[in-house]
């Protein structure tokens, strides 16, 4: 059996593989579900129940091949329908499923077609020539026509067995599974709403694996029987400004906010040097990454004259974090309290438990902070930053950036496509409602009893693949 410690989760906690939120959800649904296609180790998009995905010259139509022995954990074999229906849920307002703003905006499943049982051609209603990233992503996982989200089936390495929210999940090994079998026979996924006490889990044995390990550990860790995983990312921890609420719909204000943060000061200590500046854009490792802006360093003279112009000279605000977030979010938000202090803000920090953080508030706090896992551009705007995507925390609304977006979708010609992109990023990086002060290196932690844990630059613990963790023999 193995157990691992997942960083936050609550009451809220969800086995529902289009809409996972936190880390423990993220895990669990990486194990019991799976989409066409994997972001592998080096955050390339690979095969998974699809062998192959690609679109027509004009990428308006893509054909899907599935794979042949690919079997439900019920007991049914994947087909096209399976693939229509799942797509189908994805796309559903009313199942709100995160996977499926962009999709429900592309795809034609009217005029889509199954080819047989193992083909299917999609129809989308403009060019689109990413879509296989957004097929690879964790929320999209393929479910079966006659799915109960009561009892939840997929065609991952386990099956689920119990669940209990805000506290633990368990799992079994799917002994029919298409890939490589798991090596432990179960799977435990534990909450943890504390940094120390998941550490000391570990520590005591009582689980192998742990993601977000803070990073000040990592030393003392290697003396006590365990071990860190490191690997270059590019996940982020930002500060979230509704630029539709009171102070922070002046964009003078958010620019000042932005210029207040000591970028290199947050790598070193709220990351412990786990990590690299930010530019306040996302999406690092696209060939589009707006990477000529220039790079905001702390000014806090300009601060104070933003501030000034902005009839805000005495701003006092509240930053809400919490633990559930991740390594780097209370230890970021302290410092930012202290530089901001330096420019005469007053900024009162509210630590939330991770139930009231990721409870009714949130996407709706005024001020606060969030993680991100690598994404490229295109899916991750579409999750975060217009009116229809699903986590768009910062309430962005704005016509030019959505209009530039849907023309860069649909551009195919890639430096064309890029020049659009290039646009986007010049409105968020001008007046979108993001701090991005760094990138982190994704840092875990396993039990020396354990083997198999590979870095990935998309998830935490491998991707949480737990599939290929096994226990060193005579362990």
Known sequence: ???????????????DPHFPVTNPDIARVNNLYEPLLFWDDDYKVAPA?????????????????????????????????????????????????????????????????????????????MPYAVLDELLAEYNAGIIPTDFDPRKPVGTGAFKANTFTPGQLSSFLRFEDYWGDPAWVDELIIYD???????????????????????????????????????????????????????????????????????RQQMIDQALNGYGFVGNDLYAPFDPAFAGDLPQRTQDLDKVRSLLKQAGKSDLQVELVTSAGVGSGAVESANLFVDQARQAGIDVRLNKADPNTFYGEQYLQWPFAQDFWYTRNYIPQAAACALPTSPYNETHLNDPEYAATYAKAIGEVEESKRNDLLHRCQEIEYERGGYIVWGFKQQVDGYSNLVQGMTPSKYLPCGGYKFRKVSFVEGA
Request: charged share 20%; hydrophobic share 45%.
């Open 1 to 15: 059996m193995l157990s691992h410690g997942a960083t936050g989760g609550g009451l809220k906690d969800s086995l």
């Open 49 to 125: 129940l699809a062998t192959s995905v690609r679109p027509n010259k004009d990428a308006t139509q893509w054909t899907i091949e599935l794979r042949d022995d690919v079997v439900f954990h019920h007991g049914k074999s994947l087909t096209a329908q399976d693939v229509m229906f799942t797509l189908g849920r994805l796309i559903d307002p009313d199942a709100g499923a995160s996977a499926g703003s962009q999709l429900s905006v592309i795809l034609d499943l009217d005029n889509s077609k199954i080819l047989d049982d193992h083909t299917i051609r999609l129809q989308l209603t």
């Open 192 to 262: 943890f709403a504390d940094d120390s006490a998941k550490v000391n889990a570990l520590l005591a044995g009582q689980i192998q694996t742990v993601d977000n390990l803070p990073t000040y550990l990592v030393d003392s860790i290697g003396a006590q029987g365990s071990s860190a995983l490191v690997a270059d990312t590019g996940a982020w921890i930002p500060f979230t400004m509704r630029v539709d609420h009171g102070a922070f719909a002046d964009a003078r204000v958010r620019e000042a906010l932005r210029l207040v943060v000591d």
